[in-house]
């Protein structure tokens, strides 16, 4: 008899062990299912938002499309800066402040995606009249867009900066 009980409460502790597996899988999976994954998509549309507000000069649009755990590595002949967000906005909505007909292109190639987060190759073009002189820079990045919202944003930019 304590022979049958054992293997009976051994049978049990099996199935409730099944049970619980089986439980702990299916919470996993439904976690995973809700966690937004990177597309190809999400940075075409990523680079598409970026154009429009830029050249729309909307702060609060490019808010919008960086992380506010970002950090831009800017390099120019030799010397190099970082930026987080707030310092990054900054020097873009001063920029807009002293320029007129401020235009911005944008260009993604090299896309690699690992889950939530993509890698690309970034090349922005910008260009603008300050005192009635015409400049223009070409940017190559490598950046790191990650989902948030369901939308794609950018976490990280090491970046080449030209002035021609």
Same mark, same amino acid.
Do not use: P
């Given at each position: 008899? *304590? *022979?049958? @009980?054992?293997?009976?409460? !051994?049978?049990?502790? %099996?199935?409730?062990?099944?049970?619980?597996?089986?439980?702990? #899988?299916?919470?996993?999976?439904?976690?995973?299912?809700?966690?937004?994954?990177?597309?190809?998509?999400?940075?075409?549309?990523?680079?598409?938002?970026?154009?429009?507000?830029? /050249?729309?000069?909307?702060?609060?649009?490019?808010? =919008? @499309?960086?992380?506010?755990?970002? !950090?831009?590595? @800017?390099?120019? &002949?030799? $010397?190099?800066?970082? @930026?987080? *967000?707030?310092?990054? !906005?900054?020097?873009?909505?001063?920029?807009?402040?002293?320029?007129? /007909?401020?235009?911005?292109?944008?260009? #993604?190639?090299?896309? #690699?995606?690992?889950?939530?987060?993509? $890698?690309? /190759?970034?090349?922005?073009?910008?260009?603008?009249? &300050?005192?009635?002189?015409?400049?223009?820079?070409?940017?190559?990045? =490598?950046?790191?867009?990650? %989902?948030?919202?369901?939308?794609?944003?950018?976490?990280?930019?090491?970046?080449?900066?030209?002035?021609?």
């Amino acid at each position: 008899m *304590k *022979k049958l @009980l054992g293997s009976r409460l !051994l049978a049990l502790l %099996v199935k409730g062990a099944s049970v619980t597996a089986i439980l702990a #899988v299916a919470s996993t999976i439904s976690i995973n299912a809700q966690a937004a994954t990177m597309t190809e998509a999400l940075v075409q549309n990523y680079a598409a938002a970026m154009k429009s507000s830029a /050249n729309s000069q909307s702060i609060n649009q490019v808010a =919008r @499309l960086v992380s506010d755990d970002a !950090l831009i590595s @800017l390099s120019r &002949k030799g $010397k190099s800066t970082s @930026l987080d *967000k707030d310092a990054y !906005l900054k020097l873009l909505q001063n920029s807009w402040n002293d320029t007129s /007909n401020y235009r911005y292109d944008i260009s #993604v190639d090299n896309i #690699v995606i690992t889950g939530d987060q993509a $890698k690309a /190759n970034v090349t922005t073009n910008e260009s603008w009249t &300050k005192d009635g002189q015409q400049t223009s820079f070409v940017t190559t990045s =490598r950046v790191t867009l990650t %989902v948030s919202t369901g939308n794609a944003v950018l976490l990280r930019a090491v970046s080449q900066v030209a002035i021609n």
